[in-house]
């Protein structure tokens, strides 16, 4: 996450595709789900749109079977639309709604309503 936060997204990127495989083949969905949202801000960052769209997908499926509530995946999740709307408003959308569902299952107005906010202005 670091990497990613430093705009480092090609670095980061391998080192969270191994992650995700190991806790696949250990099957700790929540982990997969999210470590999968940490690379939605790198797919965006390198103009990979369908890797995105298919990392979208995963992230909001495991995110909806594990009922994982994290911080780190809202932070991804809200970066990643920031760098897609530009170009792509609807997978921006989509990952602003599903930081928004993390932010109201975290108990965090503050943060719901940013998210809210950002997304009546795409």
């Known amino acids: 996450l670091t990497r990613i936060e430093a705009g480092q997204h090609a670095d980061a990127l391998p080192a969270l595709q191994r ?4 806790f696949r083949h250990r099957r700790r969905w929540p982990m997969v789900a999210a470590i999968t ?5 790198a ?6 749109w ?4 298919t990392a979208l997908r995963e992230t909001d499926s495991l995110m909806t079977r594990t009922g994982l509530r994290d911080v780190d995946a809202a932070e991804m999740l809200e970066r990643a639309a920031e760098l897609a709307r530009p170009t ?8 602003w709604q599903l930081a928004l569902a993390q932010w109201q299952a975290l108990d965090r107005p503050d943060r719901a309503h940013a998210v809210r906010s950002a997304l009546a202005g795409d």
């Not at 992650?19 to 190991?22: H, K, T």
């Open 50 to 53: 369908q890797a995105m769209t």
């Open 37 to 41: 949202a940490a690379t939605l801000p």
């Open 43 to 48: 797919h965006a960052a390198l103009g990979d």
């Open 19 to 22: 992650a995700i495989a190991g």
């Open 88 to 95: 792509h408003p609807d997978l921006a959308r989509s990952a």
